[in-house]
C-alpha cells in the first residue's frame, strides 16, 4: 500500500466542491488544512492511515514499521493537537 504524502492529503481536502462550497464551508475547510499542516509529518499519516483507508491500529503498526501501541498513541496526539488547533470550528 502507498502512503499518502501530506500534501495529497490536503489537497483532497481542499479541493472536493470548491466551487460549490459556501464561504462559511470553505473558511473552515481551510482552517482544517491549516491545522493538518501543523501537525507532524508521521502524526498527518497516521490520521490519513485511520481516516482515509481505514486502517485499524496493527495494520497502521504494520505499514509504518511501528508498534500497535505506538500507532494508537501518535493518532491520539494527533487528534488531540488537531483539537487544539482548531478551538471551537
Known amino acids: 500500500m502507498e502512503v499518502v504524502s501530506s500534501m495529497d ?3 483532497r481536502w481542499a479541493s472536493p466542491g470548491l466551487q460549490s462550497q ?9 482552517h482544517i488544512i491549516m491545522a493538518l499542516r ?7 499519516r497516521v490520521l490519513s492511515l485511520s481516516y482515509e483507508y481505514g486502517l485499524t491500529m496493527c495494520e497502521m503498526g504494520e505499514v509504518l514499521d511501528i508498534p500497535e501501541a505506538q500507532a494508537e498513541q501518535m493518532q491520539a496526539q ?3 493537537q488537531l483539537h487544539a488547533y482548531l478551538g471551537s470550528v
Open 38 to 44: 501543523k501537525l507532524e509529518e508521521n502524526e498527518r
Open 78 to 80: 494527533a487528534m488531540q
Open 22 to 30: 459556501g464561504h462559511a464551508e470553505h473558511a473552515v475547510r481551510q
Open 9 to 11: 492529503y490536503e489537497m
